[in-house]
C-alpha cells in the first residue's frame, strides 16, 4: 500500500509542477536557500577572514603570555604539529648613543620569523613614506620609535648602544601589528634579534622580562594545539585573546559579525513570509483534487502522505537549486571584497550549506503544517465548493512549531538567543499588529464607502476590499512584513553604518600623549593650542590595585575566571573626575558627589569581578589603602579612541595621589613634526601613534558596507516572491469577481480602475506599515545590539511609499493579468 501512494505521490508532484501550483512554492524555497546560503556562504568567509586578520593584529595565531620562558616541549609539540613557533622577550633597559645620554626603553626580542601573522611597517627616512616588512631586523641591526631618535639624537644608520653591544639602527618602526594600545608600557620601543641577546647581556638574575610564544599555521591544527596546551597552563600564564591583546579592534570586529549577520536574518526573515504565502497558495488551489481524492477512497493519512511527499521533493529540488545560486552568487560578491581584505578568503565551509538546506526544508515543512492540515480535513463533499479557511484557528500547534523552527534558525544563525528570538518576535508581532492594523484600516474603507463609492470603480474597489477582507490582510501583512525587513535593511545598509562609521570619524584621535606630569599640562596644552589642536581634554591617571571588597581581601584563588585573576595579579589605570559626563554611560547607580570617597566601575569588570552597587572597595595606591563605595556602573565606548578607564574615582579620593596625565588628539599628517617638538621638550613624554590601528578599523567599516551593498539584493528578490505569492494568493476570487461583474454590466475599464485603487491602497498601507516597523526595529537595534546612536531620516517612509504602492500595482498587474480577460461565461458555467 505504501508503495502505491509514493508512486501517486510523484505522479501528483509532477502534475502539479506542470500545472504550475508548486511554482510558486518551489521559487520560495529556491529563493530563500539562495538567500541563506549565499549570505551565510559570504559572511562565514569574511567572518573567517576577520578572525583572521585579528590575528594579524596579534602577531600570531595563538600568542601565550607567560612569566617564565615557554618551555622547549611546547615549542618542539607546537613544531611536530606543523606549525610556526617563536619566542618573544620583552623588558624595560636603558640604550643611547655611545657617548650620550641615556634613555629607557622597551626591548622587545625576537626570533627568525616574527611576525607570524601581520606585518610591520618601517621606513628608512622619517621624511618618506613607510613600507611593508614581514620580517625582523637581521643579526647586529636593530628597529626603533621615531620617537627614541628623538630623544637620542640619533638617526637611522647610526649606532645604539644596547647593553653591552652596539647595533646598528637600521629601520624605524611605524606599526608593529601586535603592540596594542596599552598605556602600561610607555618607553619607546627597540626591536631587536635574538641571537643578539646574549652579546647584550642584558638579562641577569632577577631581570624583569615578559616572555611571550607565538604560533601560527593550519587553522585546525592551531585549534587543536590549543586545547592541548590550555590544561598545562597555570594562573600566570595565559593564552592572548583579541579582547585582551587588542581591544580596541576587538568591537569593530564585533559590529562587523553583527551587521553580516543580520543580513542573514533578514534575508531568512524575507524567505519565512514566501514559503508560508506559496503554501497558503498551495493549499487554495489543491482543494479540489484533494476533495476528487477523497471521493474515490483516499484516506487523511493517504492525503496527508501524498501532500508531504510532494513537499519534501519540491524542498529537496528547491534546496538544491537555491544552494547552486547561493554559492555562485557569492563567487561574485567575493570577486567586490578580494580588493579589501589583505589576503584572500577562506574557502567555502559547511555549515552555511547545512544552514540553507535546514532553512528549505524546515521552513518549508514547519510553515506548510497549518495549510496542509486544513487539506488533510478536506471531505469529498468540498468538491462542490472551495471554502478554505485562510487561517485554520484549529492548527495552533502547527503555527507554533512553524515559530519555533523560525526562532531556532534565527537562533542558530545569529548565535545569541536573545539576538535570534529577539528578532523573530520581533517580526511575528510586527506580523500579528500588522493584521490588527488591517482590520482596523478596512473597518475605516468600510465606513467611508458611502462618501467614497460614488464612482463606479471606486465603489468596486472598496467592496473587494471588504469583501476580501482576509485575503486583504494577508496580502498588506505579508507585503509589510517583507518590506519592512527590506528597509530595515535599507537602513542596516545606511543610516546604521553611518551611525556606526560616526563612532570612528575622520578626526577620531589618532595620538595618545602619555606620562605628562602635572606641571607640564599647561605649556603641553599651551604648545598644542598653537598648533590649533585645542579643547583637549587631560585625564589624570594614577596606578593602583583593588585588593579588598567589603572588608573581604579579594584573592586570585577565589576567582574562577582567568580574566578575574588576572585583573587582581595588575594595577589599574585609574582616573578621577568631579562628573562622569566624559567617562561612559551611566547604566546603574548615580551621578557623583565630588566630596566624597566614590568610584564609577565599568560594568563589564565589575561582573568579572563580582562588583555591585554599594560595595565598598579598596585600592592599594602607593603602598596606601583608599577605601571608596561604588556608587554607579558604567558602560564605557572603547573604540572611542579616546581614553577609558576601568574605575573613575572622586578627585577627594585621588586628587592628592602621585599622578601623571594622559591626553588624545587627532594630528594632521602634515603636522607630523609636532610630537617630535613635544619629545624634544618633555623628554619624559611618550607619544603613542594608532593611525596604523585606525587604518584597519577603517577598512572593516569599508568591507562591511561593500558587503551589505551587494547582498541587498537577494532582499529584493525575496521581496517581489513575497509580493508576487501575496498577490496571486487571491487571484481565483478575483477571477470569479470579475466574471460576475462582467456579467452585469461592469466594463474592463472600470474593473481595471478598481482593481488598481485596490494594488495601490494595500501597497499604501504595507509601505506606511513597513516603515514605521523598520524604524523602530533599527532603533532597537541601535540602542541595545550595536550600541550607537541612529540617525533618524524620514527616508523609509518616503521609501515604503513609493515602494510599496507602484510595486504592488506593477506586480499586480503580472500576477493578475489574465484577471479581467477570462470569458464570464466560461468562469460562470465551471462555478455552477
Same mark, same amino acid.
Given at each position: 500500500?505504501?508503495?502505491?501512494?509514493?508512486?501517486?505521490?510523484?505522479?501528483?508532484?509532477?502534475?502539479?509542477?506542470?500545472?504550475?501550483?508548486?511554482?510558486?512554492?518551489?521559487?520560495?524555497?529556491?529563493?530563500?536557500?539562495?538567500?541563506?546560503?549565499?549570505?551565510?556562504?559570504?559572511?562565514?568567509?569574511?567572518?573567517?577572514?576577520?578572525?583572521?586578520?585579528?590575528?594579524?593584529?596579534?602577531?600570531?595565531?595563538?600568542?601565550?603570555?607567560?612569566?617564565?620562558?615557554?618551555?622547549?616541549?611546547?615549542?618542539?609539540?607546537?613544531?611536530?604539529?606543523?606549525?610556526?613557533?617563536?619566542?618573544?622577550?620583552?623588558?624595560?633597559?636603558?640604550?643611547?648613543?655611545?657617548?650620550?645620554?641615556?634613555?629607557?626603553?622597551?626591548?622587545?626580542?625576537?626570533?627568525?620569523?616574527?611576525?607570524?601573522?601581520?606585518?610591520?611597517?618601517?621606513?628608512?627616512?622619517?621624511?618618506?613614506?613607510?613600507?611593508?616588512?614581514?620580517?625582523?631586523?637581521?643579526?647586529?641591526?636593530?628597529?626603533?620609535?621615531?620617537?627614541?631618535?628623538?630623544?637620542?639624537?640619533?638617526?637611522?644608520?647610526?649606532?645604539?648602544?644596547?647593553?653591552?653591544?652596539?647595533?646598528?639602527?637600521?629601520?624605524?618602526?611605524?606599526?608593529?601589528?601586535?603592540?596594542?594600545?596599552?598605556?602600561?608600557?610607555?618607553?619607546?620601543?627597540?626591536?631587536?634579534?635574538?641571537?643578539?641577546?646574549?652579546?647584550?647581556?642584558?638579562?641577569?638574575?632577577?631581570?624583569?622580562?615578559?616572555?611571550?610564544? $607565538?604560533? %601560527?599555521?593550519?587553522?585546525? /591544527?592551531? +585549534? #587543536?594545539? &590549543?586545547?592541548?596546551? !590550555?590544561? @598545562?597552563?597555570? =594562573? *600566570?600564564?595565559?593564552?592572548?585573546?583579541?579582547?585582551?591583546?587588542?581591544?580596541?579592534?576587538?568591537?569593530?570586529?564585533?559590529?562587523?559579525?553583527?551587521?553580516?549577520?543580520?543580513?542573514?536574518?533578514?534575508?531568512? $526573515?524575507? %524567505?519565512?513570509?514566501?514559503? /508560508?504565502? +506559496? #503554501?497558503? &497558495?498551495?493549499?487554495? !488551489?489543491? @482543494?479540489?483534487? =484533494? *476533495?476528487?481524492?477523497?471521493?474515490?477512497?483516499?484516506?487523511?493519512?493517504?492525503?496527508?502522505?501524498?501532500?508531504?511527499?510532494?513537499?519534501?521533493?519540491?524542498?529537496?529540488?528547491?534546496?538544491?537549486?537555491?544552494? $547552486?545560486?547561493?554559492?555562485?552568487?557569492?563567487?561574485?560578491?567575493?570577486?567586490?571584497?578580494?580588493?579589501?581584505?589583505?589576503?584572500?578568503?577562506?574557502?567555502?565551509?559547511?555549515?552555511?550549506?547545512?544552514?540553507?538546506?535546514?532553512?528549505?526544508?524546515?521552513?518549508?515543512?514547519?510553515?506548510?503544517?497549518?495549510?496542509?492540515?486544513?487539506?488533510?480535513?478536506?471531505?469529498?463533499?468540498?468538491?462542490?465548493?472551495?471554502?478554505?479557511?485562510?487561517?485554520?484557528?484549529?492548527?495552533?500547534?502547527?503555527?507554533?512549531?512553524?515559530?519555533?523552527?523560525?526562532?531556532?534558525?534565527?537562533?542558530?544563525?545569529?548565535?545569541?538567543?536573545?539576538?535570534?528570538?529577539?528578532?523573530?518576535?520581533?517580526?511575528?508581532?510586527?506580523?500579528?499588529?500588522?493584521?490588527?492594523?488591517?482590520?482596523?484600516?478596512?473597518?475605516?474603507?468600510?465606513?467611508?464607502?458611502?462618501?467614497?463609492?460614488?464612482?463606479?470603480?471606486?465603489?468596486?474597489?472598496?467592496?473587494?476590499?471588504?469583501?476580501?477582507?482576509?485575503?486583504?490582510?494577508?496580502?498588506?501583512?505579508?507585503?509589510?512584513?517583507?518590506?519592512?525587513?527590506?528597509?530595515?535593511?535599507?537602513?542596516?545598509?545606511?543610516?546604521?553604518?553611518?551611525?556606526?562609521?560616526?563612532?570612528?570619524?575622520?578626526?577620531?584621535?589618532?595620538?595618545?600623549?602619555?606620562?605628562?606630569?602635572?606641571?607640564?599640562?599647561?605649556?603641553?596644552?599651551?604648545?598644542?593650542?598653537?598648533?590649533?589642536?585645542?579643547?583637549?581634554?587631560?585625564?589624570?591617571?594614577?596606578?593602583?590595585?583593588?585588593?579588598?571588597?567589603?572588608?573581604?581581601?579579594?584573592?586570585?584563588?577565589?576567582?574562577?575566571?582567568?580574566?578575574?585573576?588576572?585583573?587582581?595579579?595588575?594595577?589599574?589605570?585609574?582616573?578621577?573626575?568631579?562628573?562622569?559626563?566624559?567617562?561612559?554611560?551611566?547604566?546603574?547607580?548615580?551621578?557623583?558627589?565630588?566630596?566624597?570617597?566614590?568610584?564609577?566601575?565599568?560594568?563589564?569588570?565589575?561582573?568579572?569581578?563580582?562588583?555591585?552597587?554599594?560595595?565598598?572597595?579598596?585600592?592599594?595606591?602607593?603602598?596606601?589603602?583608599?577605601?571608596?563605595?561604588?556608587?554607579?556602573?558604567?558602560?564605557?565606548?572603547?573604540?572611542?579612541?579616546?581614553?577609558?578607564?576601568?574605575?573613575?574615582?572622586?578627585?577627594?579620593?585621588?586628587?592628592?595621589?602621585?599622578?601623571?596625565?594622559?591626553?588624545?588628539?587627532?594630528?594632521?599628517?602634515?603636522?607630523?613634526?609636532?610630537?617630535?617638538?613635544?619629545?624634544?621638550?618633555?623628554?619624559?613624554?611618550?607619544?603613542?601613534?594608532?593611525?596604523?590601528?585606525?587604518?584597519?578599523?577603517?577598512?572593516?567599516?569599508?568591507?562591511?558596507?561593500?558587503?551589505?551593498?551587494?547582498?541587498?539584493?537577494?532582499?529584493?528578490?525575496?521581496?517581489?516572491?513575497?509580493?508576487?505569492?501575496?498577490?496571486?494568493?487571491?487571484?481565483?476570487?478575483?477571477?470569479?469577481?470579475?466574471?460576475?461583474?462582467?456579467?452585469?454590466?461592469?466594463?474592463?475599464?472600470?474593473?481595471?480602475?478598481?482593481?488598481?485603487?485596490?494594488?495601490?491602497?494595500?501597497?499604501?498601507?504595507?509601505?506606511?506599515?513597513?516603515?514605521?516597523?523598520?524604524?523602530?526595529?533599527?532603533?532597537?537595534?541601535?540602542?541595545?545590539?550595536?550600541?550607537?546612536?541612529?540617525?533618524?531620516?524620514?527616508?523609509?517612509?518616503?521609501?515604503?511609499?513609493?515602494?510599496?504602492?507602484?510595486?504592488?500595482?506593477?506586480?499586480?498587474?503580472?500576477?493578475?493579468?489574465?484577471?479581467?480577460?477570462?470569458?464570464?461565461?466560461?468562469?460562470?458555467?465551471?462555478?455552477?
Amino acid at each position: 500500500m505504501t508503495g502505491k501512494w509514493v508512486k501517486f505521490g510523484f505522479k501528483q508532484t509532477w502534475r502539479d509542477v506542470r500545472a504550475g501550483d508548486l511554482r510558486l512554492l518551489a521559487l520560495a524555497v529556491v529563493i530563500a536557500v539562495a538567500a541563506v546560503s549565499s549570505v551565510g556562504f559570504l559572511s562565514d568567509r569574511v567572518g573567517r577572514a576577520l578572525e583572521r586578520d585579528a590575528a594579524r593584529m596579534l602577531g600570531a595565531d595563538l600568542v601565550l603570555e607567560t612569566p617564565e620562558q615557554a618551555s622547549q616541549q611546547w615549542l618542539d609539540e607546537a613544531r611536530d604539529r606543523g606549525l610556526s613557533a617563536i619566542r618573544v622577550w620583552r623588558f624595560p633597559s636603558m640604550v643611547g648613543s655611545a657617548d650620550g645620554d641615556l634613555q629607557l626603553a622597551s626591548i622587545k626580542v625576537v626570533e627568525s620569523g616574527y611576525p607570524l601573522r601581520g606585518e610591520l611597517r618601517t621606513t628608512r627616512s622619517l621624511t618618506e613614506p613607510d613600507e611593508v616588512t614581514t620580517s625582523a631586523p637581521e643579526t647586529g641591526e636593530v628597529w626603533v620609535d621615531p620617537q627614541l631618535l628623538a630623544l637620542t639624537g640619533l638617526s637611522v644608520g647610526e649606532t645604539l648602544q644596547v647593553g653591552r653591544k652596539a647595533l646598528r639602527i637600521d629601520r624605524a618602526i611605524t606599526y608593529e601589528p601586535d603592540r596594542g594600545v596599552q598605556f602600561v608600557n610607555v618607553a619607546p620601543r627597540v626591536l631587536m634579534r635574538a641571537e643578539d641577546l646574549v652579546d647584550a647581556g642584558l638579562l641577569g638574575e632577577g631581570s624583569r622580562v615578559g616572555h611571550s610564544m $607565538l604560533v %601560527a599555521g593550519d587553522e585546525l /591544527a592551531v +585549534g #587543536a594545539y &590549543r586545547e592541548w596546551l !590550555r590544561p @598545562q597552563l597555570d =594562573v *600566570a600564564q595565559k593564552i592572548l585573546t583579541l579582547d585582551e591583546g587588542r581591544p580596541e579592534v576587538r568591537r569593530t570586529l564585533d559590529r562587523a559579525q553583527q551587521f553580516l549577520t543580520l543580513v542573514v536574518m533578514i534575508a531568512v $526573515l524575507i %524567505a519565512a513570509v514566501a514559503i /508560508a504565502l +506559496g #503554501a497558503r &497558495r498551495f493549499s487554495q !488551489r489543491q @482543494q479540489s483534487a =484533494v *476533495a476528487v481524492m477523497r471521493c474515490v477512497g483516499a484516506t487523511q493519512s493517504t492525503v496527508r502522505n501524498v501532500l508531504m511527499l510532494e513537499f519534501a521533493l519540491v524542498a529537496l529540488a528547491g534546496s538544491l537549486v537555491g544552494l $547552486l545560486i547561493g554559492w555562485v552568487a557569492q563567487m561574485g560578491l567575493v570577486s567586490v571584497m578580494q580588493e579589501l581584505v589583505s589576503d584572500e578568503l577562506p574557502g567555502v565551509g559547511l555549515m552555511p550549506a547545512l544552514q540553507g538546506i535546514y532553512a528549505g526544508f524546515w521552513l518549508l515543512f514547519s510553515f506548510s503544517v497549518p495549510p496542509l492540515q486544513a487539506l488533510s480535513r478536506v471531505s469529498p463533499a468540498q468538491i462542490f465548493r472551495r471554502d478554505v479557511p485562510a487561517f485554520p484557528l484549529h492548527s495552533v500547534m502547527g503555527y507554533l512549531l512553524a515559530f519555533g523552527g523560525f526562532a531556532l534558525l534565527m537562533w542558530w544563525i545569529a548565535g545569541d538567543p536573545k539576538y535570534g528570538f529577539g528578532l523573530a518576535a520581533g517580526f511575528v508581532g510586527a506580523a500579528v499588529l500588522f493584521s490588527l492594523l488591517g482590520v482596523v484600516a478596512l473597518k475605516v474603507v468600510d465606513s467611508l464607502r458611502g462618501v467614497l463609492g460614488r464612482r463606479v470603480h471606486w465603489r468596486f474597489a472598496m467592496a473587494g476590499l471588504v469583501r476580501r477582507k482576509g485575503a486583504t490582510i494577508a496580502q498588506v501583512s505579508a507585503l509589510a512584513v517583507g518590506m519592512m525587513a527590506i528597509l530595515l535593511l535599507t537602513i542596516v545598509r545606511t543610516d546604521l553604518l553611518q551611525g556606526w562609521q560616526q563612532t570612528l570619524p575622520p578626526d577620531a584621535p589618532n595620538r595618545f600623549l602619555i606620562n605628562i606630569q602635572p606641571d607640564q599640562v599647561q605649556p603641553v596644552r599651551q604648545t598644542l593650542a598653537k598648533a590649533q589642536l585645542d579643547d583637549l581634554t587631560f585625564y589624570p591617571m594614577v596606578r593602583g590595585r583593588l585588593i579588598e571588597r567589603n572588608d573581604k581581601a579579594l584573592l586570585v584563588e577565589d576567582f574562577e575566571s582567568p580574566r578575574a585573576q588576572r585583573l587582581l595579579q595588575r594595577d589599574f589605570n585609574l582616573s578621577y573626575a568631579a562628573s562622569l559626563e566624559n567617562n561612559g554611560r551611566i547604566i546603574a547607580g548615580r551621578e557623583f558627589d565630588p566630596e566624597a570617597f566614590e568610584v564609577s566601575m565599568e560594568t563589564d569588570i565589575a561582573t568579572d569581578l563580582g562588583l555591585s552597587l554599594g560595595d565598598e572597595i579598596v585600592f592599594e595606591i602607593a603602598g596606601q589603602p583608599v577605601k571608596v563605595r561604588i556608587t554607579s556602573l558604567r558602560q564605557v565606548d572603547w573604540d572611542s579612541m579616546r581614553p577609558n578607564f576601568f574605575a573613575v574615582l572622586t578627585p577627594a579620593a585621588l586628587d592628592r595621589q602621585p599622578q601623571t596625565f594622559i591626553t588624545s588628539f587627532h594630528l594632521p599628517l602634515e603636522q607630523a613634526a609636532l610630537t617630535q617638538t613635544l619629545v624634544r621638550t618633555y623628554p619624559n613624554l611618550t607619544v603613542f601613534d594608532v593611525g596604523a590601528v585606525l587604518s584597519q578599523l577603517q577598512s572593516v567599516l569599508d568591507r562591511v558596507s561593500v558587503a551589505i551593498q551587494g547582498l541587498f539584493v537577494f532582499a529584493i528578490l525575496a521581496g517581489a516572491v513575497v509580493l508576487a505569492a501575496a498577490l496571486s494568493s487571491s487571484r481565483d476570487e478575483r477571477v470569479r469577481e470579475a466574471a460576475l461583474l462582467r456579467a452585469i454590466g461592469a466594463t474592463n475599464r472600470q474593473l481595471a480602475s478598481a482593481q488598481r485603487i485596490e494594488l495601490l491602497f494595500i501597497g499604501a498601507m504595507a509601505g506606511l506599515l513597513a516603515a514605521t516597523g523598520a524604524t523602530l526595529a533599527a532603533w532597537a537595534l541601535s540602542v541595545w545590539v550595536f550600541e550607537f546612536a541612529m540617525q533618524w531620516s524620514i527616508t523609509p517612509w518616503v521609501l515604503g511609499l513609493a515602494v510599496c504602492m507602484p510595486g504592488a500595482w506593477l506586480a499586480g498587474s503580472i500576477v493578475l493579468r489574465g484577471v479581467l480577460r477570462s470569458p464570464p461565461l466560461l468562469i460562470l458555467r465551471n462555478e455552477a
